[in-house]
């Protein structure tokens, strides 16, 4: 059955345009790494985040892309980073991100903070977003780095 579906998928990838198979091949490998069972948290966290990194650096001199550099996030409040254009559901929201918060806004980005620019559809499963802002913690902040 298994075997089924995944030439079902092969041959959906190859109906579809380009960018498409790209995309979509990029997710099957993930997902395979994903579905090993010796992946530490932080090895998971590091794959997930390929999810943000088109839009978010996360080192001490990173420059924002798309979205904000994501240096010393925890702890921070939303939104104040000086050179970042932010949404207005940003700037006002007043919130303070911790593993609660951030958890929230990965989950359903627009769910959480209506009118955020963030156009991310969200992490669904939850050993993802746990293993993801372990991750996240550790790169974009300094004394556990
Ligand atoms: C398509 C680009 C895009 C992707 C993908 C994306 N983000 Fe964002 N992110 C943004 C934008 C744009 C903002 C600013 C949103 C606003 O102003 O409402 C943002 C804001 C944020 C913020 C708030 C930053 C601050 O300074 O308060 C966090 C935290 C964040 N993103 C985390 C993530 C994580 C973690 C992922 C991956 C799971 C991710 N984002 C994926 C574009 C993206």
Same mark, same amino acid.
């Given at each position: 059955?298994?075997?089924?579906?995944?030439?079902? +998928?092969?041959?959906? *990838?190859?109906?579809?345009?380009?960018?498409?198979? @790209?995309?979509? $091949?990029? /997710?099957?490998?993930?997902?395979?790494?994903?579905?090993?069972?010796?992946?530490?948290?932080?090895?998971?966290?590091?794959?997930?985040?390929?999810?943000?990194?088109?839009?978010?650096? &996360?080192?001490?001199?990173?420059? @924002?892309?798309?979205?904000?550099?994501?240096?010393?996030?925890?702890?921070?409040?939303?939104?104040?980073? +000086?050179?970042?254009?932010? +949404? %207005?559901?940003?700037?006002? +929201?007043?919130?303070?991100?911790?593993?609660?918060? *951030? @958890?929230?806004?990965? $989950? %359903?980005?627009?769910?959480?903070?209506?009118? /955020?620019?963030?156009?991310?559809?969200?992490?669904? %499963? $939850?050993?993802?977003?746990?293993? *993801? &802002?372990?991750?996240? %913690?550790?790169?974009? /902040?300094?004394?556990?780095?």
């Amino acid at each position: 059955m298994r075997k089924l579906i995944l030439i079902f +998928s092969v041959f959906i *990838l190859i109906s579809c345009n380009n960018t498409d198979i @790209n995309k979509k $091949q990029i /997710t099957v490998s993930e997902e395979k790494t994903l579905n090993k069972v010796s992946l530490s948290p932080f090895e998971r966290g590091r794959i997930i985040y390929k999810r943000c990194r088109a839009c978010h650096s &996360l080192d001490i001199k990173g420059k @924002n892309k798309v979205g904000p550099n994501l240096w010393n996030i925890y702890g921070a409040t939303a939104g104040n980073k +000086s050179n970042f254009n932010y +949404s %207005k559901a940003m700037s006002k +929201s007043g919130v303070i991100w911790d593993d609660e918060t *951030l @958890n929230a806004y990965i $989950q %359903k980005p627009n769910e959480f903070m209506e009118g /955020t620019r963030m156009s991310f559809v969200g992490i669904r %499963k $939850q050993e993802d977003r746990t293993a *993801l &802002l372990i991750y996240l %913690k550790e790169m974009t /902040t300094a004394d556990i780095e």
